[in-house]
């Protein structure tokens, strides 16, 4: 197995128009998603062998949506399905293409119920990547199931990739996020933030403020910049990696695909740890903001990620900060 993704599975309920805040769209429409199901999707279509692990409802939406991770590749034994929680829902509204609201419907969901005694630790033991964010977590159990198979993966000598991914609505405060996702940056390679995300655990949006956070143990941490592309920091040191020109229609999920691509790119072609060079990391984070850029052309998340092929045909006809595609 190349990437196995643990965490959250869900129901994302897209607006009917884009421009408008939660309270004032007219209507959603569901589509597959969550965070670590979308990274295992486009990782797949990228040419991967991905896994998800996670639990949803036994009801008519946590099997549409094990059906539908099935159909893009994805292995899903490690999927569990729980009789007395619904799967979760996300109602989301874009007052703009690039920004995104939320609001989570799970009290508790299906997915934050995950058990450590449910992980299937063959999976664990035999990834090469294992990744994971932020909302694994905030309650219990899925927190020590996440803290367990990161621990199984790591011992099996995984890549361990963590997606800070904070959404403030799901948390008590900063304070609490802020704790609990540091507590779990030293035992990752890979750290992937945003700007706020970078401002929360570092104490600034300053680039260099990657360097703080490399500190605390991981090989590689990755800032996503939206259209400005992203940035880079390993031991070597960093730059920041520009972004390509595309008719932005939903930047929603823009993120999962550039941590699919990521892994990618690390893992599938030998041992990650020879890719961490900056010039290497220009060439990843490259690839990586193709894949963005092209699933933010497409509302919805799963629709719009983007295959090996199509990627590979966007990058030989277009160069980052060239024409609009």
């Given at each position: 197995m190349d990437i196995v993704c643990l965490g959250e599975l869900l129901v994302d309920m897209f607006p009917a128009e884009l421009g408008r805040r939660l309270a004032e769209v007219s209507a959603f429409h569901p589509k597959p998603g969550g965070a670590p199901a979308n990274v295992a999707v486009a990782a797949a279509r990228l040419g991967a062998h991905s896994a998800f692990v996670g639990k949803v409802g036994d009801e008519a939406f946590g099997r549409?949506?094990?059906?539908?991770?099935?159909?893009?590749?994805?292995?899903?034994?490690?999927?569990?399905?729980?009789?007395?929680?619904?799967?979760t829902m996300a109602f989301i509204a874009m007052p703009d293409e690039n920004t995104s609201e939320f609001v989570f419907y799970r009290n508790p969901g299906a997915d934050m119920l995950l058990r450590p005694e449910e992980l299937d630790r063959g999976l664990l033991q035999q990834t090469?990547?294992?990744?994971?964010?932020?909302?694994?977590?905030?309650?219990?159990?899925?927190?020590?199931?996440?803290?367990?198979?990161?621990?199984v993966a790591r011992q099996a000598?995984?890549?361990?990739?963590?997606?800070?991914?904070?959404r403030p609505t799901l948390w008590d405060g900063p304070g609490e996020a802020y704790e609990r996702i540091m507590a779990v940056v030293p035992h990752v390679d890979l750290l992937k933030v945003n700007e706020a995300e970078l401002a929360l655990l570092g104490g600034s949006e300053d680039l260099e403020t990657a360097s703080k956070l490399l500190d605390q143990g991981p090989e590689l941490c990755v800032v996503t910049l939206g259209p400005e592309g992203s940035f880079f920091r390993v031991s070597e040191g960093g730059e920041r990696v520009p972004a390509f020109k595309v008719q932005t229609v939903d930047a929603t999920g823009c993120g999962?695909?550039?941590?699919?691509?990521?892994?990618?790119q690390l893992v599938l072609g030998g041992d990650w740890r020879d890719r961490l060079s900056p010039p290497h990391m220009r060439e990843v984070l490259r690839y990586a903001n193709a894949v963005g850029a092209l699933t933010s052309m497409t509302q919805g998340v799963?629709?719009?990620?983007?295959?090996a092929a199509g990627v590979d045909e966007f990058l030989s006809g277009h160069h980052p900060g060239g024409p609009k595609w």
């Open positions: 549409h949506l094990v059906d539908v991770l099935g159909q893009e590749g994805v292995d899903v034994r490690g999927v569990r399905f729980d009789e007395q929680a619904r799967t090469r990547a294992f990744h994971f964010g932020s909302l694994s977590l905030i309650e219990e159990p899925i927190r020590s199931a996440t803290m367990e198979a990161l621990s000598g995984a890549l361990i990739s963590f997606d800070a991914n904070y999962d695909g550039f941590v699919a691509g990521l892994l990618c799963i629709p719009a990620l983007p295959t």
